[in-house]
């Protein structure tokens, strides 16, 4: 299997990204250290020095103007002032004198500057501070004071222009390496941005592209497509699991061949049972009819001559053999149910309904039972097959009639509503215990009770009537308590459309508190 595993796909991809974003935080970093020292030398040397000369000027200005008070005037605080303007003078040209130190311009500036301010301070400050204060001064010691003094003012405009170059040449530093560090976090920014998207295009070929025509052949199997199959390609792991779908398809084919395979199987089976079902029906019920006849006959020929014991045994011949034709006819009935040939028309329940009642009147009648009908004024129609329809409601009633007490009631009701009819009948017989409520509807099924009270019947009354339910999209509702009674509620769709067969064997919807009914007696 060829490919590179995802983690490895992903991980050179993020480390490079991990990379181009070290690199620009270093740049980053670097550059405002810079710019920091720059900036740094700049307030904290540069500035303070340029002041400092501006300062010392300022101080010889002070000096003169007190000079020239004291020698006007002979104010004490004009000789104060001046002695402390020459100790500022002396600080703040220590200072400048610091700073110009290796700077070899900057440091003839400055000497020339200090030398010229010497010279006026011997030549013409000093003198005239010495001086009897109030004295005045003499015309040609003014002008060489003046001369002196120019002589200051010009060194000190060269010194300051030499700092103040030097202070636009430390700003423009400060600036350049500001817009060289922004400018190359642009850079890298754009170069992680272009790498991201070359990333991306490689993500896409190695690992996307992979998944999402993984994703599309699934989307093509679950809409029918079974032959399809999916490329192995991309990452190990991507590879890894289309060789499993591959896997699930080809099991999948082969689990569809020998369902295909069990189907024509069942098909065959299911033909063979109908067929053996109908052979069997048929090969029994002629010597069971013979059996019968015979019976009769020795009835008829020794009637009053047989002791008791031999009318008893003939009793009980007579019994099994009309339990057989009973179960032939149930079986034959059930395999026409389950059969998809079925007579479809529009059938008035409430009318068939009433002809079950009548149909089971009598024999509820034998028994003191009363059947209580209560049906709609109006006609209900449903599309049904009538005689199967027919079956399964008198199954129902039968089942009533049969699990109910001796002078009981059965109770049966029609109504309509929300598209749909439904059919409830009720008796207050012996109920299904309800440990056997799963097993309901199961063939040859009889509930523990109705044995024990060697109640007739096949078991398959109520798998035929769940049959022929289900065969016309209706549903059966069983409520039943045992020794309480039991409610069928069977419910069927107005004027439904022929129903689709069904394979499977019908269910119940519902079953409430305790077991549903026995088979019905046809």
């Known amino acids: 299997m060829t490919g590179r595993p995802v983690a490895r796909v992903v991980s050179s991809v993020l480390a490079r990204i991990g990379f181009l974003g070290a690199l620009a935080t270093a740049v980053a970093v670097i550059g405002v250290i810079v710019s920091a020292v720059a900036v740094s030398d700049l307030t904290d040397e540069l500035s303070p020095a340029a002041a400092a000369n501006q300062a010392v000027y300022q101080d010889l200005t002070d000096m003169s103007a ?5 020698a006007s005037v002979g104010l004490p605080s004009a000789a104060d002032d001046y002695r402390q303007a020459t100790l500022r003078l002396s600080a703040h040209e220590q200072e400048v004198s610091a700073y110009a130190d290796g700077d070899r311009a900057l440091q003839i500036a400055v000497e020339r500057q200090d030398a010229a301010a010497q010279a006026w301070i011997d030549g013409y400050a000093a003198p005239r501070m010495a001086a009897e204060g109030g004295a005045g001064a003499r015309p040609r010691d003014v002008r060489a004071g003046n ?19 030097r202070v636009r040449s430390a700003s423009d530093g400060v600036s350049m390496r500001l817009r060289g560090t922004v400018l190359a976090v ?3 920014a754009v170069a992680a941005a272009a790498f991201m998207a070359r990333s991306r ?12 025509a993984l994703e599309k ?22 590879q890894a699991v289309a060789q499993a779908f591959n896997e699930l398809a080809e099991a999948q084919t082969r689990a569809r061949a020998v369902e295909l395979w069990i189907q024509r199987e069942l098909r065959t089976l299911d033909t063979a049972k109908d067929d053996f079902v109908a052979n069997v029906s048929h090969e029994l019920r002629t010597p069971l009819t013979t059996i019968s006849g015979y019976l009769e006959l020795v009835a008829e020929e020794f009637e009053g001559q047989m002791e008791p014991r031999h009318e008893r045994m003939l009793d009980a011949t007579r019994r099994n053999v009309a339990r057989l034709k009973m179960l032939i006819d ?16 529009p059938v008035d329940l409430p009318a068939l309904v009433r002809d079950v ?14 059947i209580g009908v209560k049906l709609p004024q109006i006609d209900v129609a449903v599309l049904a097959d009538r005689a199967m329809l027919h079956r399964a409601f008198l199954n129902v009633v039968t089942n009533a009639v049969k699990f109910s007490h001796d002078d009981g009631i059965v109770e049966v009701a029609v109504t309509t509503g929300r598209g749909q009819v439904e059919v409830a009948v009720t008796d207050r017989g012996i109920g299904i215990p309800s440990a056997e409520i799963d097993r309901l509807g199961t063939r040859f099924f009889r509930a523990s009770n109705a044995v024990s009270n060697e109640i007739a019947g096949t078991g398959l009354g109520v798998r035929i009537m769940q049959t022929i339910v289900d065969r016309h999209a209706g ?22 459309q022929a129903p689709q067969p069904v394979v499977t064997p019908p269910a119940i919807l519902s079953v409430v508190e305790n077991q549903p009914q026995p088979e019905p007696a046809p």
């Open 475 to 496: 549903a059966v509702v069983i409520d039943s308590e045992e020794g309480v009674g039991t409610t069928v509620t069977v419910r069927l769709p107005v004027q439904a």
């Open 217 to 238: 052949v699934v989307q093509r199997m679950a809409r029918g497509d079974h032959d399809v199959r999916a490329a192995a390609a991309g990452p190990k792991e991507v």
């Open 147 to 165: 001369a002196a003094f120019d002589a200051i003012r010009s060194a000190h405009q060269t010194t300051t222009q030499a700092f103040d170059s």
């Open 186 to 188: 642009i850079l890298l």
């Open 201 to 212: 295009r490689r993500v896409l070929a190695e690992l996307s592209t992979p998944l999402l």
């Open 357 to 370: 009642v009548v149909d089971v009147k009598l024999t509820a009648a034998r028994r003191s039972i009363r």
């Open 66 to 70: 007190a000079a020239e008070a004291w």
């Open 330 to 345: 149930d079986l034959l009935t059930l395999q026409r149910a389950e059969g998809s040939n079925q007579q479809m028309e």
